[in-house]
């Protein structure tokens, strides 16, 4: 990739507030690798601005059929042709802003997308007009990916076209404690960063075998998206033999990704279940294996209650350093779902006050 446009990419959350910023006047092109998150956009938009209504327009399943129909008018005696829009585009919601997203543009037939062009750039569409305010967004995959993304300069022209970066590993954790993803998931994530590189940043294919890559083959590879599918599947691992869970996985985020995640699943034998915690969290057994502790301290995290906080506290003393600034830095994480609960118990106040300079420790480890 360009080093410039590297540099420059911007998360999930830094595009969808520049859309906030300017999506009423200007259309944002959000480019980015498959499976990356970019239609969650729409998600984090509707929630902080519960006055407009939110639509997903998907560019894949379109004709002109589906974009607008005719119908026949009497004016005076006179007949005329009037263009119906579909309601999936909003222009009936005249008193209500909207948020529209308009999902795998690139890959929309010519006649759709140039009827789309003039919506982006005008606002308009078979004589109907947006209501005031309203956002405009579309998405589309990189065209080096090979996956038929390639927008004529006309079309780039009329949009700002903004290239998404892919989450780094510890960002796509503290997204996950949040989303219920399966601990041993988030475990495995953390421990290996090169699931979430860019195919652009890695020269010969076989160097990281995980990811999609358009010089080879891979029925199924990581992205963040099979990562959350593979959490569902691995939830439901006492219901599955381990052939069957591993041919799952493998068509879910690859052949290499299936057998390391499984040989990080077989960890959790190792691990205390939150119930023995609970009951005895002075004596309850420690993990021998550094990625069976992680996924202690992520399942913890992630099943954080009132219930839970004191007699967890207890069992987290008992951790290495490390473990503890984990768990540590997940409390500290922005949006944790128990952040007030954990930072205001006495227990993790004291172990604060103790124990500042572990905050540090972790930040530094996670920068190496």
Partial sequence: MNTAIQMYALSLNQIAN????????????????????????????????PSHTPLYFDCTTKDMGDLMLPKLKDLEGQDYVKFATNEELGLHLKDTPIILMIDEFGKSNPSVKNAL???????????????????????????????????????????????????????????????????????????????????????????????????????????????????????????????????????????????????????????PTREEIMKDPKNAKIPTSNGAVVMVVFRSLASMDKDYINPFMDYLVRLDPEAQAMFANGVRASGYHAQQLVMTNKKFTEWAMKNQHLYQADKKADKI
């Fill in 117 to 271: 062009l003039r919506l982006i750039l005008e606002r308009k569409i078979g004589g109907y007009t947006m209501p005031p305010d309203s956002l405009v967004f579309a998405t589309t995959n990189k065209g080096s990916e090979g996956v038929g993304d390639l927008l004529p300069p006309h079309a780039r022209n009329r949009m700002t076209v903004v290239q998404t970066r892919k989450p780094t590993n510890m960002e796509w954790v503290e997204w996950g404690i949040n989303n219920n993803v399966e601990p041993s998931i988030l475990g495995w994530a953390k421990d290996n960063p090169q699931l979430f590189f860019s195919f652009e940043d890695v020269k010969n294919p076989e160097d990281n075998p995980y990811i999609f890559h358009p010089n080879q083959q891979r029925n199924a590879f990581v992205t963040p998206r099979s990562l959350e599918a593979a959490s569902d599947w691995v939830r439901q691992r006492n219901e599955l033999d381990d052939t069957s869970l591993t041919g799952i996985l493998m068509g879910t985020i690859g052949e290499r990704g299936a057998m390391d995640l499984m040989a990080y699943v077989k960890l959790i034998d190792q691990m």
């Fill in 18 to 49: 520049a859309i906030k910023v300017g999506g009423n006047k200007r259309t944002i092109l959000v480019q980015g690798d498959m499976g990356t998150g970019k239609s969650s956009i729409l998600n984090m938009l509707s929630n902080d601005m």
